[in-house]
Each structure stands twice: as C-alpha cells, then as structure tokens.
C-alpha cells in the first residue's frame, strides 16, 4: 500500500490561486487505506473549495490511478467536465497524479504528499516512478517527476548536458527536462517553468516509523515462539 | 579577515566595458602543485580572472578552493567554481563562507558533470541544490541569512557568475536554456560564461535571442583549445555538451603543425564572436602557453 498524507490546505489554495474552474479526482486504491481518500474526503473537499469562490466542474473517484487503462476506460463520462475545468486536483500518491497527468493532458495538482510504499505499489504497472518525497510538486513539472526522471534531480530546468534529447549519464534515457518541458507545452502551460521551486525539503523524506510499517507488520510482528 | 568586499579585479574589467579573457586551471590528481604554478605563470599577464575546476568531469583532484587560495596568494584573481554534486547544502554554505574569508571574490555555480561520467562511478551524486537554488543560496548569504533562516555573524559578498549552453540542440533544450538563464540572473547571476562553442553561427544566433529576452549580463563566450583531432572525436563522444563540427576535426587531422592550427581556429572562433560578446573564456587544457599568442591576436 502506499502511503499519503494531506498537502496543508494553504499550499493547495496557493497551487490553485490563479485558477477558477477545478475537477477533483481521486483515487480508490490506496488512499482510502490511508485515510487520504474516498468518496467523504473528495465532498468535503468540493465543499472548502467552493467555499473559497472555486467552481468544481466534477467529481470522480477511479480505483486506481496508477493505471493508465482504467483511467482511460473509466474517466470518458466526465471528459465534458474535465474539459471544462482549468485544473484537476488529484487525491493519489505521485505515480497516480504522474500517469493521470499523462492521459488527461492537463495540469494536475497533487492534494497529496507521499510518504512511503509500505510494501505493495498500489497496481501500479507503468514507467511512472514516485520518490515518496513527500513534497510533491508534480503540477510544476508537467506531471513527470523531477527526482526520478533527472538522475541529478534538478528542479529548475535542464542541465547542459543533455545531446538530442538524451541524458548525459545514458545515451538511451531520455532527458527527464526535455519530457517536462514537451508535456508542458502539450498543457499549453509552459509560463510554469518560468517559477523558480526552491531547494526539496529532505525533512520530509523520512517517514515516521509508523508509517514505514509494511502492509503485514501485524504478522510481522508476531511472536510465534 | 581580508576584505572581500572591494570588487575583483575581474568584475572591475567587465564593469569597464574592456573585453575580458578568463582562462582555466584544472588542479591535479595528487598533492603536488608545480604545475598549476606554472600554468598560472603563463597566464598571469593574460589572464583578468582564472577559472578554477571543482573536481572537473566527476574527477578526483586537489580541491577548488584551496587551489583558489593559492591562486589569490601568487597575485592572481581566481574565479571559485562550485559544482553541486558533491556537496549537501551544509557543506556548499560552508564552502562559500571559507571563500569569502580567504578573500575570495568571484564564484561560478553549475550543477556539476553526473558522477558517473568521472573516475569514481560508484559515488553517490548529491545534487541537494541545482544551480539556480545555489545562486539563491549565494544571495541569501549576501543578505546575512543561511537558508535555514539563521543569521550570520558577517555578511559575505560575491561576484557570481553561472554557464549556459548556446549550443543546445533541441527545442526543449534550448528554451530551457534560455528559460534556467533568466532564473539564474533573477537569482543574482551578474555574469555569464558559456559552454565551449565551436561554430560562431550557433553562438550568434544564441546572443539575437538573448537580446531579444532583454537580458543584459555580460557573457564571455566559452572557447575550447583544439589540440588534436583525436581530442575533438573524443569530446564529441564523451563530453557532455560539447561538439565539435566536422570541418574542424578535418582541419586538425589535415595539419602536422597542431599547435598553430589550434591557434588558427580559436583566434578565428574570437574574431567572430568579439563584437558580440562581453569576453572570452578559454580553456587551455593543459596548453596554456599556447594562450598569450591567442591573446595577442586580439588584445
């Protein structure tokens, strides 16, 4: 199961600051597990939204974001709503907003932060690879993480090093800031890359140790003898 | 403490309008430093400011700093590159404080080759910061601050410049390019030094688009010295960034005299770009005495 916990609601409303229209995704997978998610969580959310004067075109929860083929299969009822919308906040770990982003070409902004795989990567089956950072910024980077597809991490831009497209460590990896930088246009947001993200904070990285617990720590845990 | 706050020797010859030359000093594998002493005497009457290499290429070498210090103790005006691969942000703060207590001015933040591309592969790549967090860390410094927000005793103050690569090959690359570079100068970049340029039309077409963008920080153009053309297939290979056109390699595999050809082609590359830039920055690799008859061709 992987493991989130909630974004503060003042960093959403900065993420949100310049746009009206928002459709609300969630997951049905793990974060209902973890407290994150489900269908109570998305109206109360719709709700502090509207109340802050947002209009929220829809609401869908998808079980589970991290694929790409359920997406696509289940999201075609609310496309006219998705459409519609600026924005989708996406209540997932980083693989479900990574591969959400991916299919819906829109700006996905993660509600959440993730905090660990506690052994079993929801059904997760794609290239998507979240760093459980716990501070997600992945609606500034186009829906492709910055950590684990640049091998220097970097958040601001590419390095010189890159030669067609490709990184400087591996002739055969793509450049990560050359993925970031063509899902971005295909948002028609490139104006995001212009906003200087300040150092990641590493305080985060480090669950508490009981969150680290796998899924079976009960079983785990048991003494036999 | 020496004062690090009068403006460097360099930074002054910008500030002028004079077309500045920067020259490179890539310390050695060892403890030994007769060498960089006498590349620093070949460049002492050429050189306005010297580059110093922070583990060039992922290398293991004598350090940037202290090579800078020596720099600064022959009378010469050392240019602190720092890279962020090898150092968490504890350690580049750190870093930067020695500098400016050593009386060193002039600081260059890159992000730094990817270990792997060096003689250690098996290092664990830092990259705690990128370049433009490190000229924000620079700028908090300045300001008296560490980025934890604790305050420090005394300010330091630098001259900052940053890289950028005029020859970046794709569309993304290249606005990227464009788009780090605004970052790095709203971050407190003052000057720029770029990637080795090989073709004047590239460097050229880079500098119509910078003006078109307003951006008005001096750019020293980056300038490689070709010894040989098994050097240019080599950089084309392995260094990340850097390429070498084909009439070049031609040119240096058609010559037995590879010293004055190598002089031939950077005096021409200078020719070229000089009315439209700031400066030079020429690395020697080794070839530094070959610098003052470069220089001469200009100066």
Redesign the interface.
């Known amino acids: 199961m992987v493991l989130t916990e909630f974004k503060p609601v003042e960093e959403l409303l900065i993420k949100l600051k310049d746009e009206k229209k928002i459709f609300i995704l969630g997951c049905g997978g793990c974060t209902e597990g973890a407290n994150t998610g489900g269908k109570a969580v998305l109206a109360s959310t719709k709700e502090k939204l509207e109340n802050e004067g947002k209009i929220v075109t829809g609401v869908m929860e998808i079980d589970f974001l991290c694929q790409k083929a359920l997406i696509r299969a289940r999201i075609k009822p609310v496309l006219d709503e998705i459409k519609n919308a600026e924005s989708i906040l996406v209540f997932s770990c980083g693989i479900g907003v990574q591969s959400t982003s991916a299919v819906l070409v829109k700006v996905c902004h993660p509600a959440l932060n993730t905090i660990t795989f506690g052994g079993i990567t929801g059904t997760w089956q794609g290239t998507e690879r979240c760093d459980t950072c716990g501070d997600c910024i992945l609606d500034y980077t186009g829906g492709i993480c910055p950590y684990t597809a640049c091998?220097?991490?970097?958040?601001?831009?590419?390095?010189?090093?890159?030669?067609?497209?490709k990184c400087?460590?591996d002739p055969e990896r793509d450049?990560g800031?050359?993925l970031i930088?063509?899902s971005l246009?295909k948002m028609n947001k490139?104006d995001i890359?212009?906003k200087?993200?300040?150092?990641r904070d590493?305080s985060k990285i480090l669950p508490s140790p009981a969150l680290g617990k796998t899924r079976l720590w009960a079983l785990d845990e048991e003494e036999i003898i | 403490m020496k004062n690090q706050t009068e403006k460097s020797n360099f930074e002054k010859i910008l500030e002028e309008g004079k077309f500045a030359v920067t020259c490179e000093i890539g310390p050695p594998k060892g403890a030994e430093i007769e060498e960089i002493r006498a590349a620093a005497e070949e460049l002492r009457n050429v050189a306005d400011g010297i580059n110093v290499t922070d583990l060039q290429s992922s290398v293991m070498r004598l350090g940037s700093l202290t090579t800078c210090h020596l720099l600064k103790d022959w009378g010469l005006d050392p240019i602190f590159q720092v890279t962020c691969r090898d150092r968490n942000r504890l350690a580049l703060q750190s870093d930067l404080l020695s500098a400016c207590v050593m009386g060193i001015r002039n600081v260059l933040a890159l992000t730094g080759d990817y270990t792997t591309t060096g003689d250690h592969p098996q290092a664990e790549p830092v990259f705690d910061l990128d370049s433009v967090q490190l000229l924000w860390a620079i700028k908090n410094l300045e300001e008296g601050k560490d980025l934890a927000g604790n305050e420090l005793t005394q300010k330091p103050s630098f001259f900052k410049g940053a890289v950028v690569n005029p020859g970046a090959d794709t569309e993304a690359a290249f606005e990227l390019q464009i788009i780090k570079m605004k970052k790095k100068i709203d971050q407190g970049a003052q000057f720029f030094q770029t990637q080795a340029i090989f073709d004047a039309e590239v460097f050229k077409k880079f500098l119509e688009r910078v003006r078109k963008e307003n951006i008005n920080v001096p750019i020293l153009a980056g300038i490689i010295l070709l010894k040989s053309e098994k050097m240019a297939n080599y950089m084309n290979k392995f260094v990340p960034g850097v390429f070498v056109p084909e009439p070049l390699v031609k040119k240096m595999e058609g010559t037995q005299d590879k010293v004055s050809m190598c002089i031939e082609i950077a005096s021409g590359l200078i020719e070229e770009v000089r009315p439209y830039c700031a400066g030079v920055h020429i690395q020697a690799l080794g070839w530094e005495k070959h610098i003052p008859a470069i220089v001469k061709n200009f100066r």
């Open positions: 091998p220097k991490k970097l958040e601001n831009g590419a390095c010189a090093g890159q030669s067609n497209g400087e460590t450049c800031w050359e930088y063509k246009k490139l890359l212009n200087f993200i300040p150092p590493y």
